[in-house]
C-alpha cells in the first residue's frame, strides 16, 4: 500500500532559527514528490520532486529528494511567524491523485 | 482570474443526512478531483474526475458519489451522514493530473 510518513508530527521553534522537515514514502512507480504549505484551508504548492539530488530552492526554502533511500527534506532557513502552518508532503499516486502523509505543524514564536 | 471556487464554505447537517458540495475549476481545466482532510490528518483522496469521466476512486464507501458536468464543475455527494465524515473537503483543479493542481479554499462539514 502507497504511503507518505512525515516527521515531526509538530515543532515549536523560535523566529531565525532553521528547521528541517521529514518525508519518507513508499510508493508503486515513483512519479513526483510534492510539498505543499497549508495554513488555513487551501494548501498551496511549494515544490516538486522528481530527480534525485536536485535541490530546489525559492527563497528561504529548499528541498531535496534520496530517490534510494525513499525520503525529501523541506529545509527553511531564518524563519519568520509568517512560517507558521503546516507543511504537507505527498507522491503522486498511481491513479494521478495525490497520497498526503499527516503533515508537519510548524510554529515560529517571536 | 478566478481561482478554484467551493460552495458552501462552510455546512452543519444531522447525522442520516445527505449533503451535495460544489466546486468550479479554474478556467481551462478539465480535471477536479475531491480529497477529504479531517483533523489533524493529511488530505485523503475521494474521487478524480477528467473530461466528465470517473479516473480515479478512493477507499471511500459508496455514500459518498460525485460527478462532472459539461463545464467542468463538479459536484460531492454524501449520503446518510455520520459523525465521522466532519471534515474538510478539498477540491483540486488542473489540466490532466493532481501533480499540478491548484486547491480550493474547501468546504468545512460538520455532522452533529
Known amino acids: 500500500e502507497d504511503k507518505v510518513v512525515q516527521s515531526p508530527l509538530s515543532l515549536v521553534v523560535h523566529e531565525g532559527d532553521t528547521v528541517t522537515l521529514n518525508c519518507s514514502y513508499e510508493?508503486?512507480?515513483?512519479?513526483?514528490l510534492l510539498w505543499y504549505k497549508q495554513e488555513k484551508k487551501a494548501p498551496t504548492f511549494l515544490f516538486m520532486l522528481?530527480?534525485?539530488?536536485i535541490e530546489k530552492k525559492s527563497g528561504r526554502l529548499s528541498s531535496i529528494l534520496d530517490k534510494k533511500e525513499l525520503f525529501s527534506i523541506l529545509n527553511i532557513t531564518a524563519t519568520q511567524t509568517g512560517d507558521s502552518a503546516i507543511y504537507l508532503c505527498?507522491?503522486?499516486?498511481?491513479?494521478?491523485?495525490?497520497?498526503f502523509g499527516k503533515g508537519t505543524k510548524l510554529s515560529v514564536k517571536p | 482570474d478566478a481561482g478554484v471556487t467551493q460552495s458552501p464554505t462552510h455546512l452543519i447537517k444531522t447525522r442520516g443526512q445527505h449533503v451535495t458540495l460544489r466546486c468550479s475549476p479554474i478556467s481551462g481545466h478539465k480535471s477536479v478531483s475531491w480529497y477529504q482532510q479531517v483533523l489533524g490528518q493529511g488530505p485523503q483522496f475521494i474521487f478524480q474526475y477528467y473530461e466528465k469521466e470517473e479516473r480515479g476512486r478512493g477507499n471511500f464507501p459508496d455514500r459518498f458519489s460525485a460527478r462532472q458536468f459539461p463545464n467542468y464543475s463538479s459536484e460531492l455527494n454524501v449520503n446518510a451522514l455520520l459523525l465521522g465524515d466532519s471534515a474538510l473537503y478539498l477540491c483540486?483543479?488542473?489540466?490532466?493530473?493532481?501533480?499540478?493542481?491548484?486547491f480550493g479554499q474547501g468546504t468545512r462539514l460538520t455532522v452533529v
Open positions: 505527498a507522491v503522486e499516486g498511481s491513479q494521478g491523485n495525490l497520497i
Open positions: 483540486a483543479s488542473s489540466f490532466h493530473g493532481d501533480r499540478e493542481a491548484f
Open positions: 522528481t530527480s534525485s539530488g
Open positions: 510508493v508503486t512507480n515513483f512519479r513526483s
